[in-house]
C-alpha cells in the first residue's frame, strides 16, 4: 500500500545569521514525521524562491544549482518506488537512509525477544535469576500466540509495534483470564525489548510511554498468631509433612523466600552485633544484603536438622524440596490444621512482616531491611496491619485513660 509523503526544499538560516550564503536543506515528511538531510549547498538569501524551492537566475551557476536539487527530489522518489518494492513500511527515516545507502536494521518482535532471552540465560546465577528468564520465555509464548491470531502470521517487524499493538496484547491476555498486574508486567517486559530495539537501531520509538495500564494494590495474605500456634503445635505422622512444616515456620520467623532458604548454608548464619546468630546473606531476587536477628524459634529449627542427611549431603540447613512440591505439601497440611488459608512459601514471608514483626512493635524501617526490600514502599504494602497494631493501642490507651480518669 502506497504511503503519501511531501518533501520540500528551505533555507536555513541560524538564530546568529547576519548576511551571506545560508545552506539549503532538504525535509521529507511522511505522516507528519520528519526526516531532514543537507543539501550541500548555500545560497544567497536574495537569490532563493521559498515557494518553488529553487534557486531564481538564469545564470549557469544557478542552473547547475537548481539541477542538484532536481537530482535530489529524484533521489527520493526513486528511494520511495524501492522501499514500496520491498514491501518494507514507508517512514521519512526509512526514505532518507535509503537515499544515502544506509542499510536498514531489520528484527521480527519474537527473534528480538529469543535473542534477549538468550542473553540473559548465560547471566542467570550472575544478575539474573532463573525466575525472571521464565517470565520473559512466558512473554514469547504468549506473543507467538497473540500475533497468530491478530495478524494471521508467524511474526511482525520490530517497527510496527505501536500503542495499538500494546492494547490489543493487553486485551489478548485479559481475555485469556490473566489477572490485571500479570498482564500489566507482561506488557512493561515487552516494552524492555522494544527499548532494546531503539537502541540497536530496529525500531524508531517505543510506545510504551502512551500505554494507561497500572498495577493495582494486592491485598496481602498472613496468618495470626492463632494459626502460627496450630501450624506449630501440631503432630504429623509423616516426616515429610514435619520437615515442610518445619520450613514452613522458620520463613514464618525469618522472612526468607523460597529461593532463599532453599539455597540457605551454615556459613550464612553468624554471630551479629549483638552476639546473637543471625541470618547475613544477600537475597536471591535483588541481590540485595538481608541481615536478620534469629528468634529462638527460628534457632530451635536449626538445631533440629543439624544432622539431616540430605541437608549434610547438600550442605544446606533444611531439606527443601521444589518449590511445586512444597505448595503441594502446604495444601496438605492447610487441610490437616484446618486453615482455610492458602499456604504458600509467600504467606510465610507475609506473616513475618505482619503478625511476627510490625503487630508487634518493630519499626517499618527495621523490618525492610531484614526483608531485603530495595525501596521501603514495597514494606509499606503491609502498613495496613499498621491500622490493626493502632486500634489494639488505641484499646489499651482507652483503658487507661478511663483509669486515670474515670
Known amino acids: 500500500m502506497k504511503t503519501n509523503f511531501s518533501l520540500l526544499f528551505y533555507m536555513k538560516r541560524q538564530k546568529n545569521y547576519s548576511a551571506g550564503a545560508a545552506p539549503i536543506y532538504l525535509r521529507i515528511t511522511v505522516k507528519g514525521k520528519r526526516s531532514e538531510l543537507a543539501t550541500g549547498r548555500s545560497l544567497e538569501p536574495g537569490r532563493w524562491n521559498s515557494r518553488s524551492g529553487r534557486a531564481i537566475g538564469t545564470k549557469e551557476e544557478y542552473r547547475v544549482f537548481n539541477t542538484h536539487l532536481d537530482q535530489l527530489q529524484n533521489q527520493v522518489y526513486d528511494a520511495y518506488n524501492k522501499i514500496i518494492q520491498s514491501g518494507n ?46 517470565r520473559y520465555k512466558v512473554l514469547k509464548n504468549h506473543l507467538e500466540s497473540f500475533i497468530s491470531i491478530q495478524y494471521g502470521s508467524d511474526d511482525i517487524d520490530v517497527s510496527k509495534v505501536d500503542i495499538a499493538f500494546f492494547n490489543n496484547f493487553d486485551y489478548y491476555l485479559r481475555n485469556r483470564s490473566c489477572a490485571n498486574n500479570y498482564t500489566v508486567k507482561m506488557i512493561k517486559n515487552l516494552g524492555k525489548i522494544i527499548n532494546i530495539c531503539c537502541e540497536n537501531g530496529t525500531a524508531e520509538s517505543n510506545p510504551i510511554s502512551l500505554y494507561k495500564g497500572r498495577t493495582k494494590t494486592v491485598d496481602r495474605n498472613f496468618l495470626t498468631q492463632e494459626e502460627i500456634q496450630t501450624i506449630l503445635q501440631k503432630g504429623f ?31 550464612d548464619i553468624r554471630k551479629g552485633i549483638d552476639g546473637e546468630l543471625w541470618i547475613i546473606k544477600n537475597r536471591q531476587k535483588t541481590n540485595v544484603r538481608s541481615s536478620i536477628p534469629l528468634l529462638p524459634n527460628a534457632v530451635q ?67 525492610s531491611k531484614m526483608l531485603g526490600h530495595t525501596n521501603i514502599r514495597t514494606t509499606q504494602h503491609y502498613a495496613k496491619i499498621l491500622d490493626m497494631k493502632l486500634s489494639e493501642d488505641m484499646a489499651n490507651l482507652r483503658i487507661r485513660l478511663a483509669a486515670q480518669f474515670g
Open 89 to 134: 513500511e514507508i517512514t521519512a527515516q526509512a526514505i532518507k537512509d535509503m537515499m544515502i545507502g544506509k542499510v536498514c536494521k531489520k528484527a521480527s518482535l519474537t527473534e528480538a525477544v529469543s535473542e534477549h532471552n538468550d542473553r540473559m540465560e548465560t547471566l542467570v546465577g550472575k544478575e539474573y535469576v532463573r525466575g525472571t528468564l521464565n
Open 237 to 267: 505422622v509423616s516426616a515429610r509433612l514435619d520437615a515442610i512444616r518445619d520450613v514452613f515456620l522458620f520463613c514464618c520467623f525469618t522472612g526468607l523466600a523460597y529461593a532463599d532458604v532453599q539455597k540457605l548454608k551454615e556459613t
Open 301 to 367: 529449627l536449626i538445631d533440629k536438622y543439624a544432622d539431616h542427611p540430605i541437608c549434610s549431603n547438600l550442605g544446606t540447613v533444611f531439606p527443601v524440596p521444589s518449590n511445586q512440591k512444597m505448595n503441594e505439601y502446604l495444601k496438605e497440611i492447610a487441610e490437616l490444621c484446618g486453615i482455610e488459608k492458602k499456604l504458600t512459601s509467600h504467606i510465610a514471608r507475609h506473616t513475618f512482616a505482619t503478625t511476627v514483626t510490625l503487630l508487634n512493635g518493630v519499626p517499618i524501617e527495621s523490618v
